[in-house]
């Protein structure tokens, strides 16, 4: 079994169960990620030199015309998908392991978290859970957003600075708040 063989797993399970190897490879892979990433925000890279970084870090080419400002943190980072023309501003934090799937020309802000995971509530089974994140084309995400897992991004929605993002976001509307609810459609 290789990390590929586990992403896909996740991939098109709803609410996967890992197996005991699977997790070995999880963390493997999150170590690596680690070294990666501190590599990658611990000194200066130019653009090409950040891309080839983040290809080594989800193992598939990122395009040309993904621009990122470091730092930019990921727990897994195998599970992590760039369309074309995306920004990321600095300090983003992706945990990945369930997926996020990032459509063209998506503008990201500073400080924004998307997780992929959360716990089971019981105290006695904190086992994780995972869902895929899916944002759309020409999406702008304000400063300091927090996305969960299971969240889609419908296309040209804007996500305000500061909404903590539970629930499915249709195209073209205008959300924010905590929990974020639709303000206005475009």
Partial sequence: MTIQDVVDYINIHVDPVLTEEMNVLVMETCYRTHRL????????????????????????????????????????????????????????????????????????????????????LDPEDRRNHYAPI????NVWIGASVVITKGVTVGDGAVVAAGAVVTKDVPPNAVVGGVPARVIRQL
């Fill in 134 to 137: 899916r944002i759309g084309k």
């Fill in 37 to 120: 990433t501190m590599q990658l925000n611990n000194a200066y890279h130019e653009p090409d030199g950040v891309r080839a970084i983040l290809t080594e870090i989800t193992g598939e080419r990122v395009p040309d015309t993904l621009n990122i400002f470091p730092p930019f943190y990921t727990d897994f980072g195998r599970n992590t998908h760039f369309g074309e023309n995306v920004f990321l501003n600095d300090c983003c934090h992706f945990q990945d392991q369930g997926g996020i799937f990032i459509g063209d020309n998506t503008l990201i802000g500073h400080n924004t978290v998307l997780a992929t995971i959360d716990h089971d």
